[in-house]
């Protein structure tokens, strides 16, 4: 089976691991970002960078998005919907919650019915992203979504498919709601450790092995002891999956310590600390 031509469509952290990942596993991939040096490293590994988004989509059998939120997505995909190639594939993966999804979904099913529409959030961050260990949780039409797997074959561990489209995004903000509780536990409990004497390497020794035990808390325990909070996961992304997940329960489920969350986090973000991994709310606390 020929391998589809990929555009990339956003090129950070996620987007630009997604493209070397393809690049490595011989896929045409054409690119595009806002910030275009963003993908200048990867042109000796055959990147074809473009000037504009729709100039990238030309031709392309699979289109990812992995953009910043959910307007600036609908944008990109409103400007280049005219472009896309009959039959083409649109993967959405970035976290931009329900009313964007369902939004993107609903125009084009009016709009570019002849396009298929996946909605393709994934779980994981940089690191997973880019040794291609990441999940894609999938949403759409699998039946007709066989260029959009092959792709998902080369830059993940695996694809969960979860039925209609809309449904992906749905499960990724219950996802980083856990996530999001978890880390904010995690350095509370840490903050209260070193109240008592006690190093986030103690805790991890009273916990390992375990049912507490899971990884990504020993890795945030690790930033949280060395004070190294290079980000694998920016804090204002994710308050901004918060708010995505209290905007999509309002009204039906009540989330009261998510507010709270919120609130800590948005002081966090103003003093300086969202350009850091979340788990820096640990640091945030202590000073």
């Not at 994934?122 to 092959?150: C, F, R």
């Not at 993940?156 to 996802?175: D, F």
């Not at 980000?231 to 905007?247: G, N, S, Y």
Request: hydrophobic share 45%.
């Amino acid at each position: 089976m020929s391998k589809p031509v990929v555009a990339v469509l956003g090129l950070g952290a996620m987007g630009h691991a997604f493209a070397a990942n393809l690049l490595k596993n011989d896929f045409v991939v054409q690119g595009w970002n806002r910030t275009k040096s963003r993908g200048e490293d990867l042109l000796d590994h055959g990147l074809q960078l473009a000037d504009s988004a729709q100039q990238a989509v030309q031709g392309a059998d699979v289109v990812l998005t992995m953009l910043s939120d959910g307007e600036t997505t609908e944008q990109v995909l409103h400007d280049v919907s005219e472009t896309l190639k009959s039959g083409a594939t649109v993967c959405q993966m970035g976290t931009i919650g329900v009313e964007k999804t369902d939004a993107l979904i609903g125009y084009f099913a009016a709009q570019r019915s002849d396009v298929i529409f996946i909605d393709a959030p994934v779980s994981g961050t940089k690191a997973p992203a880019e040794n291609a260990q990441i999940l894609v949780i999938a949403s759409g039409d699998q039946s007709k979504a066989q260029a959009a797997e092959q792709v998902f074959a080369a830059i993940s561990k695996g694809t969960r498919w979860l039925g209609e489209a809309g449904a992906s995004s749905r499960m990724k903000l219950v996802v980083n709601s856990w996530l999001i509780g978890m880390v904010q536990s995690l350095a509370e409990s840490t903050r209260l450790a070193e109240q008592f004497g006690f190093t986030p390497d103690d805790l991890w020794q009273v916990i390992e092995g375990g049912p507490l035990a899971a990884p990504y808390a020993k890795a945030k325990l690790g930033m949280m002891a060395s004070e190294d909070f290079t980000p694998q996961m920016h804090l204002i992304w994710a308050l901004k999956d918060a708010r995505l997940a209290l905007e999509a329960a309002e009204g039906q489920t009540s989330l009261p310590a998510l507010p709270n969350i919120v609130n800590v986090w948005q002081d966090a973000v103003d003093a300086g600390f969202g350009q850091q991994d979340l788990a820096v709310i640990h640091q945030y606390l202590k000073k």
